[in-house]
């Protein structure tokens, strides 16, 4: 299979893409800055010269995703899943009374928009049929019954990109595409921090079941977790 991944520099997009061509998929590695490009991406891409393709996307720079986009294309590339991983995670302690709401535009920017600008751009090159899959990484952030009175600009823009993975499920589902929100549990990245109790391997493991159908995903709706069950909306 041939999947884009944004965010690939570290973290859950770095593992996905790890897991992904060491199940022999060809991964087009979305990172936002080449000067910025991490020893354990390019150490992975020495590894699988053939599976690892670099492309620098900046999901928040709307030229980035259509310039990439459109050398995909006049290379006749087509596309078995796009996983929009990439995010951040900003004014974690503030309350609404502190807020700076251009780190709220900012958040929203990246969770939400980017993964808009990344469809945009990159669905006309996905192959459509029950084969393929689009996959936005969202968060237990986003479910409105889990609802904690904080991370405002995270929590919000990741039930944005719930209703956006809704309303791309029906638009796509006489194509047989399936799309899905998935939380990735609570991991040790960068963002998770060293308390969190899973490993982003084991949440690419399960993410990569998904995408390949190895695990039967029975819901309603798209929020679920790595195991394909569904998620407190
Ligand atoms: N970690 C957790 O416990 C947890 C829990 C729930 C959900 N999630 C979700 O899982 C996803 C991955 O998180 P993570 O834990 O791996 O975070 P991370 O370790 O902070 O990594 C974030 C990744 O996103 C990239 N990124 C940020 N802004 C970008 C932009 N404008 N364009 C392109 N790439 C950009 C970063 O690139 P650079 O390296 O260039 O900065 C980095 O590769 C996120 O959507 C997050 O919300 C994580």
């Given at each position: ?86 995010g951040?995670l900003?004014e974690r302690?503030k309350t609404i009374?502190?807020i700076?709401?251009?780190?709220v535009?900012?958040t929203f920017?990246?969770n939400l928009?980017?993964p ?20 936005n990484i969202s968060s237990e952030a986003g479910s409105f019954q889990n609802a904690y009175g904080g991370d405002y600009p995270y929590a919000l823009s990741k039930s944005a990109l719930n209703m956006f993975s809704e309303q791309l499920r029906k ?8 799309v899905y929100a998935v939380h990735p549990g609570w ?32 819901c309603n709706s798209s929020f679920i977790n790595?195991?394909?069950e569904a998620m407190p909306q």
């Open positions: 299979m041939k999947l884009f991944i944004t965010g690939a520099n570290r973290g859950l997009g770095l593992a996905l893409t790890t897991e992904a061509v060491k199940r022999g998929h060809t991964v087009f590695a979305g990172i936002r800055s080449p000067q910025k490009q991490s020893d354990a991406l390019n150490h992975l891409s020495s590894l699988f010269p053939n599976k690892v393709q670099l492309l620098q996307v900046d999901v928040a720079d709307e030229l980035t995703c259509q310039t990439a986009s459109e050398k995909l294309k006049a290379d006749n590339t087509t596309l078995d899943a796009i996983i929009n991983n990439a951040i900003d302690s009374e502190d700076d709401l251009d780190k535009e900012q920017n990246i928009y980017g808009m600008r990344v469809i945009k751009y990159f669905l006309p090159l996905l192959h459509k049929g029950p084969d393929s899959t689009i996959i638009y796509l589902k006489n194509d047989g595409v399936s991991i040790r990245t960068d963002m998770g921090g060293e308390k969190a109790p899973g490993t982003p391997e084991e949440s690419a493991h399960g993410i990569m079941d998904i995408m390949e159908k190895k695990i039967e995903v029975n790595t195991k394909g």
